[in-house]
């Protein structure tokens, strides 16, 4: 599914107009990454926990080459499944 077919679908389950529902939609998305870039937690019982991670600097290679190359340290971003939205992936 992407966004526009997201957006077909609510549109279609609240009755609101599509238009309407993209800038809904547009604005979840714009508050969810908002909270996460300033290193918070957003939780969404039932569904699952959008947070930031810290990958460490490392040694890579590259694959062409085999020639050693320094991977910098970066900021990752990290989504954990909550207990409901697993339990209904697996059928529970």
């Known amino acids: 599914m992407n966004k ?12 609101e107009s599509k238009a309407s529902t993209g800038e809904m939609i547009d604005a979840v998305i714009a508050a969810i990454t ?8 957003v ?18 290679r ?8 320094q ?5 990752t971003v990290k989504f954990t499944a909550g207990k409901a939205f697993k339990d209904a992936v697996n059928g529970g």
């Open 71 to 75: 991977i910098p340290a970066a900021k």
């Open 4 to 15: 526009q077919e997201l957006v077909d679908a609510v549109a279609a389950a609240t009755g």
């Open 34 to 41: 908002g909270e996460v870039t300033k290193g918070k937690t």
């Open 43 to 60: 939780q969404l019982i039932g569904f699952g926990s959008f947070s930031t991670g810290a990958r460490a600097a490392r040694v890579g």
């Open 62 to 69: 590259n694959p062409a080459t085999g020639a050693e190359i």
